[in-house]
């Protein structure tokens, strides 16, 4: 079925949350967010005649690395019911360096066909060549498009079109820090024009988390690794992701540790690289993937290990069986069709619309 648009005079709500696309300088020094969602569309060359109406939201002002899951979930509230009152798409303004994470979940939540589109910039206002109103301008333009209905969360940066659940940031400080190293993004904008590719064949959706604190970690492995350490950490995990060397491995002394770990809490075992699958039956040694894996370790797969913890986290949160946890990463990780996913699933039609979950 080709995308169709939902109303002949697009409508796109825009919710600042922060971030370096609102910062300007501060008394103390540097740059803090204070800039409105209205003074970031203000400041947006050419909007006007787009033709697309345009609302505001000032959500949140917080630096990205501030952000909580509280303020995702409760997004995803309010952009639900932006939606459901008819807008064409919602799109998120918000500080890069939590991007990948943000965004991942919100895919996750996000259970309509209308797209949530999440830009930021990686120069301020206060720059020569900010960057901000070039994204902002594009993203505006992909949420209002018929052509990103139906794929969920996107994230989109210097004229690039990425899907939510295979972009990381890659770089600190440069205009081009967005990528997906597996697939490349999915679309571009073309002389002011929706360009997609390539659609996302399938969308996970988990339900609601509730607000119970629950405390996943990560622990990324390094060369001579002490267990000390792992131990000190897992201790205070009701789940836990490790970020192993290459294809899924660590040092033999953490082996031990880990297996107690796997008995009481999900472990899930992910690579530190950032690109490529965990493997699950090549290497044979103590502490490869195959070792790890019959001691009860989860397999990431192609999930990277940040959106690997956003995952464990909300499905903890979503109160989800220990059973369903371990099939949900596993089917998350993979790239074959969701047909054992514990919930309903979407296909990427651009006019399907997910049961609600509980």
Same mark, same amino acid.
């Given at each position: 079925?080709?995308?169709?648009?939902?109303?002949?005079?697009?409508?796109?709500?825009?919710?600042?949350?922060?971030?370096?696309?609102?910062?300007?300088?501060?008394?103390?020094?540097?740059?803090?967010?204070?800039?409105?969602?209205?003074?970031?569309?203000?400041?947006?060359?050419?909007?006007?005649?787009?033709?697309?109406?345009?609302?505001?939201?000032?959500?949140?002002?917080?630096?990205?690395?501030?952000?909580?899951?509280?303020?995702?979930?409760?997004?995803?509230?309010?952009?639900?019911?932006?939606?459901?009152?008819?807008?064409?798409?919602?799109?998120?303004?918000?500080?890069?360096?939590?991007?990948?994470?943000?965004?991942?979940?919100?895919?996750?939540?996000?259970?309509?066909?209308?797209?949530?589109?999440?830009?930021?910039?990686?120069?301020?206002?206060?720059? #020569? &060549?900010?960057?901000?109103?070039?994204?902002?301008?594009?993203? !505006?333009? %992909?949420?209002?498009?018929? +052509? =990103? /209905?139906?794929?969920?969360?996107?994230?989109?940066?210097?004229?690039?079109?990425?899907?939510?659940?295979?972009?990381?940031?890659?770089?600190?400080?440069?205009?081009?820090?967005?990528?997906?190293?597996?697939?490349?993004?999915?679309?571009?904008?073309?002389?002011?024009?929706?360009?997609?590719?390539?659609?996302?064949?399938?969308?996970?959706?988990?339900?609601?988390?509730?607000?119970?604190?629950?405390?996943?970690?990560?622990?990324?492995?390094?060369?001579?690794?002490?267990?000390?350490?792992?131990?000190?950490?897992?201790?205070?995990?009701?789940?836990?992701?490790? #970020? &192993?060397?290459?294809?899924?491995?660590?040092?033999?002394?953490? !082996?031990? %540790?880990?297996?107690?770990? +796997? =008995? /009481?809490?999900?472990?899930?075992?992910?690579?530190?690289?950032?690109?490529?699958?965990?493997?699950?039956?090549?290497?044979?040694?103590?502490?490869?993937?195959?070792?790890?894996?019959?001691?009860?370790?989860?397999?990431?797969?192609?999930?990277?290990?940040?959106?690997?913890?956003?995952?464990?986290?909300?499905?903890?949160?979503?109160?989800?069986?220990?059973?369903?946890?371990?099939?949900?990463?596993?089917?998350?990780?993979?790239?074959?069709?969701?047909?054992?996913?514990?919930?309903?699933?979407?296909?990427?039609?651009?006019?399907?619309?997910?049961?609600?979950? #509980?």
């Amino acid at each position: 079925m080709s995308p169709t648009p939902t109303t002949s005079t697009p409508r796109v709500v825009v919710f600042g949350l922060g971030g370096t696309i609102a910062m300007t300088t501060s008394s103390g020094g540097g740059v803090s967010p204070t800039l409105s969602a209205q003074d970031l569309v203000d400041a947006v060359p050419g909007l006007a005649s787009t033709g697309i109406g345009i609302e505001v939201m000032d959500f949140r002002r917080r630096p990205g690395a501030s952000l909580t899951f509280a303020d995702i979930v409760a997004l995803v509230a309010a952009v639900t019911s932006a939606l459901a009152a008819g807008a064409t798409g919602v799109v998120v303004t918000q500080g890069t360096d939590t991007i990948e994470e943000t965004a991942y979940l919100l895919d996750l939540l996000h259970q309509r066909p209308e797209p949530i589109v999440v830009t930021g910039a990686m120069r301020n206002p206060t720059m #020569a &060549g900010a960057d901000g109103p070039a994204n902002l301008l594009a993203a !505006i333009r %992909t949420a209002a498009s018929p +052509a =990103a /209905r139906g794929q969920g969360c996107l994230v989109v940066l210097a004229d690039e079109i990425h899907a939510a659940r295979w972009v990381i940031k890659a770089h600190s400080t440069s205009g081009g820090a967005f990528r997906s190293p597996d697939t490349g993004p999915i679309g571009y904008m073309v002389e002011d024009t929706v360009r997609v590719l390539t659609r996302v064949p399938s969308r996970l959706i988990i339900p609601t988390p509730s607000d119970e604190p629950v405390r996943v970690g990560l622990y990324t492995v390094s060369i001579d690794d002490d267990p000390t350490l792992l131990d000190a950490v897992g201790a205070h995990c009701d789940g836990l992701v490790v #970020a &192993g060397f290459g294809a899924g491995h660590v040092p033999e002394p953490l !082996i031990d %540790t880990l297996t107690r770990l +796997a =008995a /009481r809490i999900p472990v899930v075992l992910a690579s530190r690289t950032t690109a490529g699958p965990t493997l699950t039956h090549t290497y044979g040694f103590a502490g490869s993937e195959r070792d790890l894996l019959t001691r009860g370790l989860i397999p990431a797969g192609w999930l990277h290990p940040y959106k690997a913890r956003i995952l464990l986290r909300a499905l903890l949160l979503a109160g989800t069986p220990q059973e369903d946890v371990a099939l949900a990463v596993t089917v998350a990780g993979s790239l074959n069709e969701p047909d054992s996913w514990p919930w309903p699933s979407l296909t990427g039609d651009p006019t399907e619309t997910a049961t609600p979950h #509980a």
